[in-house]
């Protein structure tokens, strides 16, 4: 069964940073370009960043550029996001995704919460 | 960026009847088109991708059309569990951008 777990949010206050981690498993996981999208609580998706599947192609939301750091281990099936001087507008469910061209396989999401 | 302008915001259907959703692309994003359903508490389930392909599994009363800059998501005979948030995302170019969200709700 293809799967994606997402783990490691949680509650922290502005300026703080977390990293978040996704394990996939039931694909070939270096196949795939993978991407982090969040949802604001009552609102729509946005998509945070993506990564190809050697990692040789980045990119991010203007929205979080400079802050936020996508990266891969292969190895390992996983995919991270190191969220780096996080607002309160960064409060949202982060969901991990698998790339076919559209994104075929969701995650449950974990949920960050900036706060003080 | 692409924004990607979906209408209407909500749309109230009856059981049984046709719904017909549009989205439309700031600029051409050829056929890289998705939809998306959403139902509360759930991660989005891929529908259409390519403009008009049905995902695995997606019931046929689903179809996509367009290409460029306009698309449409027609839901031919409405099911009860049809009823929720669908979003349109173009994947052309990054970043990749979604819709607003159109909202389907019951008659």
């Known amino acids: 069964e293809v799967q994606l777990v997402e783990s490691g949010g949680g509650l922290v206050q502005p300026g703080r940073s977390l990293r978040l981690s996704c394990a996939a498993s039931g694909f070939t996981f270096e196949d795939y370009a993978m991407h982090w999208v969040r949802q604001a609580p009552g609102k729509g998706l946005e998509w945070v960043s993506g990564i190809s599947g050697n990692s040789g192609t980045i990119g991010y939301a203007d929205s979080v550029k400079g802050r936020f750091t996508i990266s891969r281990d292969n190895a390992k099936n996983s995919l991270y996001l190191q969220m780096n001087s996080l607002r309160v507008e960064d409060t949202a469910l982060y969901y991990c995704?698998?790339?076919?061209?559209?994104?075929?396989?969701w995650g449950q999401g974990t949920m960050v919460t900036v706060s003080s | 960026e692409i924004v990607m302008t979906q209408s209407p915001a909500t749309l109230s259907v009856s059981p049984g009847e046709r719904a017909t959703l549009s989205c439309r692309a700031s600029?051409?994003?050829?056929?890289?088109l998705a939809w998306y359903q959403q139902k509360p508490g759930q991660p989005p389930r891929l529908l259409i991708h390519g403009a008009s392909t049905r995902a695995t599994g997606i019931p046929a009363r689903f179809s996509g059309s367009g290409s460029g800059t306009e698309f449409t998501l027609t839901i031919s005979s409405l099911q009860s569990e049809d009823f929720a948030v669908y979003y349109c995302?173009?994947?052309?170019?990054?970043?990749?951008?979604f819709g607003q969200g159109t909202k389907l709700e019951i008659k």
């Open positions: 995704v698998k790339d076919i061209d559209a994104f075929d396989i």
């Open positions: 600029q051409s994003v050829s056929s890289n």
């Open positions: 995302q173009q994947y052309n170019n990054w970043p990749y951008t």
